[in-house]
């Protein structure tokens, strides 16, 4: 590898190798010099303290020896730091082996994600820093394997959703071109909903979109929830006032305590819940109850919303909160639904501090409730 000004550069065990090495070289050199300038000074020091008590040595066996004792040090140094050096060379390569393994494996395995391979992993690493480090890396890529599979599925079920009513209006063009169909008021009628649909639907993926990236505001405020319910729920009441085989119901006290959220955000979630309910619902009725409960210390105003429409399997219900998913797909689209308005709730009740949940068996009709945290102090 080459940095920018064309040189090669060194890797990282080289540089451990040689940093280690230097570390040697100079260890040797101080013991080396030290020794030479101390050791044989010792030894002579030595021979002069056994003279004084007493003992004889003649200058030539005085000379000899020290000859003798320097010839030996130099040789024993000599072995010593080549077997040293040696050992230790070694043990620095291997050392500085050891520390790069794990930054190699992780290279290929980052060079393998970047290509395409989401799935790759780095493994349990012996050094607790790359270990912590190779965590980290299999948390961003688990997320990013996460965004991939949703922009995948995202790009799938648009596909999907946009083929359907893109395939009608062809349809009904080519047959009014062609002379195939009457241009009728109900032929146009029939383009005009399906334009619509198409319409709601983008609408609903942008706004679903920026839901999720955060750029959709949310204006909180101390809410009296049940004028808002009340209000909502009337609205859709004028509209079932001739029908006499399904009816809206309301259960609530309007002494609820007030909440904290944005009303034109409450106000949406509960028409999406209500329009859901009714849409599913040929005969019978759509109960809406509203009342508080304690979690975990933290009061919540509950609003369910509770129908008795054809419900929904237990093994989908994990699955209501998700765009584009439908228990019924050929029903809903007749019905009007985009596939994304649960979706939709979900996120903007998070964002308000709540929950939701669904709760649903077949025959036995469906009950989606919500969350609201109670304002403190009001």
């Known amino acids: 590898m080459r940095n920018n000004l064309g040189q090669k550069k060194v890797g990282l065990r080289n540089r451990l190798l040689v940093s280690q090495l230097i570390v040697l070289a100079v260890t040797i050199t101080s013991l080396a010099v030290v020794s030479r300038l101390y050791t044989p000074r010792y ?5 002069e303290r056994m003279e004084l008590r007493g003992v004889r040595i003649q200058q030539q066996v ?9 010839g030996a040090w130099v040789r024993g140094l000599f072995w010593a730091f080549l077997l040293g050096g ?14 790069t393994r794990p930054l190699l494996r992780m290279e290929t395995i980052t060079r393998q994600f970047a290509a395409g391979n989401f799935s790759s992993r780095v493994p349990p690493l012996e050094i607790p820093e790359f270990d912590r480090l190779g965590h980290s890396f299999n948390r961003m890529a688990n997320d990013l394997e996460d965004v991939e599979q949703r922009r995948r599925e995202l790009v799938g079920d648009l596909t999907h959703e946009l083929r359907t009513p893109l395939t009608i209006v062809k349809g009904y063009l080519e047959g009014l071109a062609d002379g195939a169909i009457a241009p009728t008021p109900e032929t146009y009628d029939r383009l005009a909903k399906e334009t619509e649909r198409l319409q709601r639907l983008v609408n609903d993926l942008q706004e679903l979109s920026r839901l999720e990236s955060g750029y959709l505001p949310i204006d909180p405020q101390a809410v009296m929830i049940a004028p808002l319910v009340t209000q909502v729920c009337d609205r859709f009441a004028d509209q079932l006032i001739h029908s006499d085989r399904l009816q809206l119901t309301t259960n609530f006290s309007e002494n609820l305590p ?4 944005d009303p034109a955000r409450i106000e949406q979630i509960l ?5 859901n309910a009714l849409r599913h619902t040929d005969v019978g009725e759509v109960r809406v109850r509203v009342y508080t409960q304690s979690v975990e ?12 429409g054809e419900g ?22 007749i019905s009007g639904g985009s596939g994304i308005g649960l ?18 068996r077949i025959g036995g009709g469906s009950t989606f409730s919500f969350s609201l945290p109670v304002t403190a102090g009001l």
């Open 43 to 47: 030894f002579v020091v030595t021979l």
């Open 62 to 70: 005085k000379g000899q020896l020290l000859r003798g004792f320097e």
């Open 86 to 99: 040696a050992s230790a060379g070694g043990v620095s390569w291997w050392l500085s082996w050891r520390i």
């Open 258 to 261: 007030t909440v904290w959220g």
């Open 271 to 275: 028409v999406n819940l209500l329009s």
């Open 297 to 308: 210390g933290t009061d919540f105003v509950w609003i369910d919303v509770t129908d008795t």
């Open 312 to 333: 929904i399997e237990e093994a989908d219900i994990p699955h209501v909160f998700e765009r584009f998913w439908r228990a019924d797909r050929s029903r809903d689209r």
């Open 343 to 360: 979706a939709i709730c979900r996120r903007l009740v998070e964002l308000q501090g709540g929950t939701i949940t669904a709760a649903s």
